[in-house]
């Protein structure tokens, strides 16, 4: 048996890798992107997606527009009780009115990515980053050099308690709180930070294990 | 009404019981995430028992030792060597660790040991929501603690 043969039956499963069809497959190290960026990616699975049009009852609301063109929303469907649910927290968690600034939760998402190493979340949501708080050139710093980078005092203070919280396991202290205190945040503020990093503790663990990030052909 | 977060904060839970609620949605929500992922479809298809022990271990390795009593506290242990859990606990050590040394072959790994697509989207949300509510309970804990 070849090396490619058995690597078919074992994916059997998880997947329709050779067949007609199916998404599944294993990037190219040419197309695998060169480091942090807050350029477009795609991402490829690695368990094959439901196919819109076999989309059910359940599924098929949460998959309504661009939710439903990309790989990531089908491949969760397949739960769907959890992820209505997921999808509801996060809308809350990013889009939620009141309480820290939008630019603020998207740099804390962009902190957490970069420190798990998803290059895909953080490309994502450094691009939110930068179109919220119109800092680009801070966020790209950030992917650069990680979360050791200095930035300014605000920022500086929310990137070392974001990094902390998203440690495995978490070290975020009083030290980080108060600091974030002096500095004017409110607890409101501070629990979003925390929603935020939980969060994309999750959501890296899926987009990391789940399948990978392609750099797109160019046009 | 209490959640799971309320019942793992015990008598922390007070002193940021009003913080939370200004975020009801996000109250709702995790709990939803919980009782699908323990109570729904998916769960009966992995093996409830499975996923509680897989969620015990996540907890343990994300240094959160009263959550883990939580999920040890749910329901029995599976049967020892059980290969379907011995695989879960794997990919659920290597996802928590390290998330991105994770590799195609970790996925196949799984469908090998006889998990179905559906089946290994359902532990990845489980060890994905355990992390996230690790990080929520370190949180709120240090957020309340500052006003005691």
């Given at each position: 048996?070849?090396?490619?043969?058995?690597?078919s039956?074992?994916?059997?499963?998880?997947?329709?890798?050779?067949?007609?069809?199916?998404?599944?497959?294993s990037?190219?190290?040419?197309r695998?992107?060169?480091?942090f960026t807050?350029e477009?990616?795609?991402?490829v699975?690695w368990?094959?997606?439901?196919?819109?049009a076999?989309?059910?009852?359940?599924q098929?609301?949460?998959?309504?527009g661009?939710?439903?063109v990309?790989?990531?929303?089908?491949?969760?469907?397949?739960?769907?009780?959890?992820?209505?649910?997921?999808?509801?927290?996060?809308?809350?968690?990013?889009?939620?009115?009141a309480?820290?600034g939008?630019?603020?939760r998207?740099?804390?998402a962009t902190v957490?990515?970069?420190h798990?190493?998803?290059?895909y979340?953080?490309?994502?949501?450094?691009?939110?980053?930068?179109a919220?708080?119109?800092?680009?050139?801070d966020v790209?710093?950030?992917?650069?050099?990680?979360?050791?980078?200095r930035?300014?005092?605000?920022w500086?203070?929310?990137?070392?308690?974001?990094?902390?919280?998203a440690a495995?396991p978490p070290?975020?202290?009083?030290?980080?709180?108060?600091?974030?205190r002096?500095l004017?945040?409110?607890d409101?503020?501070?629990?979003?930070?925390?929603l935020?990093?939980?969060?994309f503790?999750?959501?890296?663990?899926l987009?990391?294990?789940?399948?990978e990030?392609?750099?797109?052909?160019?046009? | 009404?209490?959640?799971?977060?309320?019942?793992?904060l015990?008598?922390?839970a007070?002193?940021?019981?009003?913080?939370?609620?200004?975020?009801?949605?996000?109250?709702a929500?995790?709990?939803?995430?919980y009782?699908?992922?323990?109570?729904?479809?998916?769960a009966?298809?992995?093996?409830?028992?499975r996923?509680i022990?897989?969620?015990?271990?996540?907890?343990?390795?994300?240094?959160?030792?009263e959550?883990a009593?939580?999920?040890?506290?749910?329901?029995?242990?599976?049967a020892q060597?059980?290969?379907?859990?011995?695989?879960?606990?794997?990919h659920a050590?290597l996802?928590t660790?390290?998330?991105?040394?994770?590799t195609?072959?970790?996925?196949?790994?799984?469908a090998?040991?006889?998990?179905?697509?559906?089946?290994i989207?359902?532990?990845?949300q489980?060890?994905?929501?355990?992390?996230?509510?690790?990080r929520?309970?370190?949180?709120?804990?240090?957020?309340?603690?500052?006003?005691?």
């Amino acid at each position: 048996m070849s090396e490619q043969s058995v690597r078919s039956a074992e994916s059997a499963a998880a997947s329709r890798d050779g067949e007609p069809g199916s998404e599944v497959r294993s990037v190219e190290s040419g197309r695998r992107p060169g480091g942090f960026t807050q350029e477009q990616l795609d991402w490829v699975p690695w368990v094959e997606p439901i196919r819109l049009a076999d989309a059910d009852a359940r599924q098929a609301p949460l998959l309504e527009g661009d939710r439903g063109v990309g790989p990531y929303f089908r491949v969760l469907a397949r739960n769907p009780e959890v992820l209505a649910h997921r999808s509801g927290n996060d809308r809350e968690i990013f889009y939620g009115r009141a309480g820290l600034g939008r630019a603020e939760r998207e740099l804390a998402a962009t902190v957490t990515s970069r420190h798990n190493g998803c290059e895909y979340c953080a490309s994502v949501h450094s691009r939110f980053t930068t179109a919220l708080s119109k800092r680009g050139d801070d966020v790209q710093r950030l992917l650069d050099e990680g979360n050791g980078v200095r930035i300014d005092e605000r920022w500086d203070a929310i990137i070392d308690f974001v990094d902390a919280l998203a440690a495995n396991p978490p070290r975020a202290g009083h030290a980080h709180i108060e600091r974030l205190r002096r500095l004017g945040l409110t607890d409101t503020d501070i629990h979003d930070l925390v929603l935020s990093a939980a969060s994309f503790s999750w959501a890296n663990r899926l987009m990391l294990t789940l399948g990978e990030p392609e750099v797109p052909q160019a046009d | 009404m209490t959640d799971v977060i309320d019942a793992v904060l015990g008598e922390r839970a007070e002193g940021v019981r009003e913080l939370r609620q200004q975020r009801p949605a996000v109250v709702a929500h995790t709990q939803g995430v919980y009782d699908a992922l323990l109570d729904g479809p998916g769960a009966a298809s992995v093996g409830r028992e499975r996923l509680i022990a897989a969620a015990v271990a996540v907890a343990e390795l994300a240094g959160a030792p009263e959550l883990a009593a939580h999920y040890a506290g749910l329901g029995t242990a599976p049967a020892q060597g059980d290969p379907v859990l011995a695989a879960i606990l794997r990919h659920a050590a290597l996802v928590t660790s390290t998330p991105a040394a994770a590799t195609r072959a970790d996925i196949d790994a799984l469908a090998a040991a006889g998990l179905s697509a559906d089946d290994i989207v359902t532990v990845a949300q489980l060890i994905g929501f355990v992390h996230f509510q690790v990080r929520l309970l370190a949180g709120l804990t240090l957020i309340g603690a500052g006003h005691e």
